[in-house]
């Protein structure tokens, strides 16, 4: 069975810091792998979308990367502003089926 | 704007009781999906529907049954609501079964049994 796990559990930095959230999974037959934000009480954001033959995506201030034979993804967020603050999840999508979730990384930006 | 949307935002229901939650998609997508948060557990998949006129369970379906009334809604029915029910649904989309899509979703239901 697919288990995702994201360090940390939560996260706070000062504004303008360079942040990186880590994701790793238990089996590398994955097809891609997709962040997602979600603000408190909110739905989810999709922030990128990696498929497994891809190495790095990138949004922005964000670039998510993906190494598929290790089993890790990294969020890299640039230049952290207090409206990064929200919960950020990893899920990779093991062949035809669907999305298995990690528990998150709660992130805190202050000013 | 386009997406996933889902009804009702909040609800409580009484142990018992029974209701459906409705959701629909306007992006034209053949998939659609049901997952719960809950605190501690993260999002897991109850049922899901790869494409009109097709359901299967995900992880978590007992106390649970759907309908993929069209390609657009995909509704999640609580026959006899279970405070072990209190929870936030979420719907989701993705434009097919092939991994290549990405998922799309709603805001979410969050609902209280008592």
């Known amino acids: 069975k697919q288990e995702v796990t994201q360090i940390p559990a939560a996260l706070s930095v000062p504004e303008g810091e360079n942040l990186v959230l880590n994701c790793s999974f238990t089996?590398?037959?994955?097809?891609?792998l997709q962040w997602f934000r979600q603000d408190p009480g909110k739905g989810l954001t999709s922030l990128l979308l990696i498929q497994s033959s891809q190495r790095e995506q990138t949004s922005g201030r964000l670039n998510a990367s993906l190494d598929k034979s290790s089993g890790r993804s990294t969020l890299y967020i640039a230049a952290s502003q207090p409206g990064d603050s929200a919960t950020y999840l990893c899920?990779?999508?093991?062949?035809?089926?669907?999305?298995?979730f990690g528990k998150g990384t709660m992130l805190l930006v202050s000013p | 704007n386009a997406g996933v949307t889902q009804t009702p935002k909040f609800q409580v229901l009484k142990t018992g009781q029974s209701m459906t939650l409705q959701c629909a998609q306007d992006m034209n997508h053949n998939s659609m999906y049901w997952y719960r948060q809950d605190p501690g557990m993260g999002l897991r998949l109850i049922y899901y529907s790869a494409s009109e006129g097709t359901t299967d369970k995900g992880e978590v379906p007992n106390g649970y049954n759907v309908s993929r009334l069209n390609k657009r809604e995909f509704s999640l029915r609580l026959e006899s609501a279970a405070p072990s029910q209190t929870s936030v649904y979420f719907c989701?989309?993705?434009?097919?079964?092939?991994?290549?899509?990405?998922?799309?979703f709603g805001s979410g239901t969050r609902l209280t049994v008592v």
């Open positions: 899920a990779v999508r093991p062949g035809y089926s669907t999305l298995t």
């Open positions: 089996d590398s037959a994955i097809y891609n």
């Open positions: 989701a989309s993705s434009e097919g079964g092939e991994a290549i899509y990405g998922y799309t």
